[in-house]
C-alpha cells in the first residue's frame, strides 16, 4: 500500500525559511516524479513546482528563485525547502507522486505572519 507521509510546516515570520518534507512508502520512489502544491481555503489546489525521477525541477513563477524542490532516494524522502517566506504563500501543502493512480499527502499548514 502505498503511502506518503508529510512533516513540516508551522508558522513562520515574513522572510522565514521553512523545509517540508514527505516521505514515500509502498513503492519503488526513485521511479516517479514528484510534485508540491497548494491550496488556500476556496480556491483550486495549485502546483508549486516538480521534480522528475532524475531530479530535474520545475517552479511556478510564484515561488521561483525562493523554493527549492529536492529529493533523496536512498530516504524515499522528498523535500521542499521555503526561503523568504511571505504572507501570501500561507496555504496548506501537498505532496504528490505522480503515477496511476496518482498518490497524495495529509496536507501540512503553512502559516506566514508577523
Known amino acids: 500500500q502505498v503511502s506518503l507521509v508529510q512533516s513540516g510546516g508551522g508558522l513562520v515570520q515574513p522572510g522565514g525559511s521553512l523545509r517540508l518534507s514527505c516521505v514515500v512508502s509502498g513503492t519503488i520512489f526513485s521511479d516517479h516524479p514528484m510534485g508540491w502544491y497548494r491550496q488556500v481555503p476556496g480556491k483550486r489546489r495549485d502546483l508549486v513546482g516538480t521534480?522528475?525521477?532524475?531530479?530535474?525541477?520545475s517552479y511556478s513563477d510564484d515561488v521561483k528563485g525562493r523554493f527549492t524542490i529536492s529529493r533523496d532516494n536512498a530516504k524515499n524522502t522528498v523535500f521542499l525547502q521555503m526561503d523568504s517566506l511571505e504572507p501570501e504563500d500561507t496555504a496548506v501543502y501537498y505532496c504528490k507522486m505522480f503515477a496511476e493512480p496518482e498518490y497524495w499527502g495529509q496536507g501540512t499548514q503553512v502559516t506566514v505572519s508577523s
Open positions: 521534480i522528475t525521477s532524475k531530479g530535474r525541477t
